[in-house]
């Protein structure tokens, strides 16, 4: 196991292992029975400042999305500028608006396949995104939607009958 959340971890140097993080998050929420949306906030020097998944099920609460609790478990940062949103998976409009509520300036998003949300409109606002289209992240999404389709549709607000 690699400790990527202790305090004394080494800074993340590449996109690569800032998204490791955020997908491990993932694989977590995948292993709780929940939706498999990880996330992880970094400051502007590289540092760890907070990491989550979504816990839509886990906490019976819809609005806890992955990257919400990633902002949330950073606590309270006196400034976003400089900081980084990485997310495995492209962030829907209340994350978007999270986003850039707090001023983040940018967002890495592991892949925008099996679901594209806010990013393009970011972007339009000033948001430097990067998209990774990582295929382990948008095989695992790919899995979980096939196996969980309620859930899925639930977590993105699609009504099915
Ligand atoms: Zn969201």
């Given at each position: 196991?690699?400790?990527?959340?202790?305090?004394?971890?080494?800074?993340?140097?590449?996109?690569?292992?800032?998204?490791?993080?955020?997908a491990a998050e993932a694989r977590l929420g995948l292993a709780e029975g929940g939706i498999p949306i990880g996330?992880?906030?970094?400051?502007?020097?590289?540092?760890?400042?907070?990491?989550?998944h979504n816990?839509?099920v886990?906490?019976?609460?819809?609005?806890?999305?992955?990257?919400?609790?990633?902002?949330?478990?950073?606590?309270?940062?006196?400034?976003?500028?400089?900081?980084?949103?990485?997310?495995t998976?492209?962030?829907?409009?209340?994350?978007?608006?999270?986003?850039?509520?707090?001023?983040?300036?940018?967002?890495?998003?592991?892949?925008?396949?099996?679901?594209?949300?806010?990013?393009?409109?970011?972007?339009?606002?000033?948001?430097?995104?990067?998209?990774?289209?990582?295929?382990?992240?948008?095989?695992m999404m790919?899995t979980f939607?096939?196996e969980q389709?309620?859930?899925?549709?639930?977590?993105?607000?699609?009504?099915?009958?």
């Amino acid at each position: 196991m690699v400790d990527l959340g202790s305090v004394n971890a080494p800074v993340p140097a590449t996109d690569a292992e800032m998204l490791a993080v955020a997908a491990a998050e993932a694989r977590l929420g995948l292993a709780e029975g929940g939706i498999p949306i990880g996330a992880a906030l970094f400051g502007a020097d590289g540092t760890l400042l907070g990491r989550g998944h979504n816990r839509r099920v886990q906490d019976d609460d819809a609005s806890m999305h992955a990257e919400t609790n990633a902002f949330r478990n950073a606590g309270r940062q006196r400034t976003y500028a400089g900081t980084t949103m990485v997310t495995t998976l492209s962030p829907c409009w209340y994350c978007s608006g999270l986003i850039r509520q707090f001023g983040i300036t940018r967002v890495l998003i592991g892949e925008d396949v099996t679901f594209s949300g806010g990013h393009d409109w970011l972007r339009e606002n000033g948001v430097d995104v990067t998209i990774l289209r990582d295929p382990d992240l948008i095989a695992m999404m790919q899995t979980f939607i096939a196996e969980q389709p309620q859930l899925w549709n639930e977590d993105i607000g699609v009504d099915e009958p």
